[in-house]
């Protein structure tokens, strides 16, 4: 089972839908997790840290569920621009530096 | 804007060529990271430096070789590389210790073999 597992996509979805990605992972003394997004070619940008009681940034939602061990990310209200590879990412466990990386998840909003 | 800063950009070389990917940040960050992307393939990491020393060598091979002169500086030397070498190789850097918080990533050095 790999560490952290995202469902590749692509997730094709039209202009003003919302869209939903969860990412599951394994070692549960995982302390820090986070989305990141990244553009072809580009580096990864951090989108949102993800915290034990979900955060909000606009459209984006972040949640945490520690029992179940996953993370999502809620994309309402999808713009052409949300178009990009997102990547969610935990440090496991805290202060060993490793960061693990998700496969990514391909979304690609259509007009 | 990135806060790390990555040189060149783009580099070609041949497989005898001996060169180097610099990195820079000014964020005081105590932890540098050099990543290696393939196409289509999430950062691998490559080693890690934390407090100017190397914590972490993901059994990289020894034609890339790591270097942190300072706090704000890592480099990463290249020698006798092989095509299948060819990626985007990404700089980052963090906090240090237990709570060492987000990753900030450079915009890469993509690099190409011949």
């Known amino acids: 089972r790999k560490e952290v597992e995202q469902d590749p996509g692509p997730f094709n979805v039209p202009e003003g839908a919302t869209v939903a990605f969860n990412c599951t992972y394994s070692?549960?003394?995982?302390?820090?997790f986070f989305w990141y997004r990244q553009d072809c070619r580009k580096e990864p940008k951090l989108l949102m840290s993800?915290?034990?009681s979900g955060n909000e940034d606009g459209r984006f939602t972040a949640q945490l569920n520690r029992a179940s061990q996953y993370i999502s990310l809620l994309i309402r209200d999808s713009k052409l621009s949300d178009s990009a590879t997102y990547l969610c990412v935990v440090n496991s466990p805290s202060g060993t530096y490793k960061y693990i990386f998700g496969t990514g998840t391909r979304l690609k909003v259509l007009a | 804007d990135t806060e790390v800063t990555q040189t060149p950009k783009h580099l070609v070389m041949g497989m005898t060529n001996k060169k180097s990917l610099k990195c820079e940040q000014h964020m005081g960050h105590r932890a540098m990271y050099w990543y290696k992307q393939k196409a289509k393939k999430p950062p691998e990491l490559m080693f890690v430096?934390?407090?100017?020393?190397?914590?972490i060598n993901e059994s990289v091979p020894s034609r890339f070789s790591p270097e942190c002169p300072n706090s704000s500086l890592l480099n990463l030397h290249l020698h006798a590389l092989q095509p299948e070498d060819s990626a985007l190789y990404l700089c980052?850097?963090?906090?240090?210790?237990?709570?060492?918080?987000?990753?900030?990533f450079g915009e890469g050095s993509r690099l190409t073999v011949l």
């Open positions: 993800v915290y034990s």
């Open positions: 430096y934390s407090y100017e020393k190397l914590s």
């Open positions: 070692n549960s003394a995982s302390q820090s």
């Open positions: 980052a850097s963090s906090h240090a210790g237990r709570n060492t918080g987000e990753l900030f």
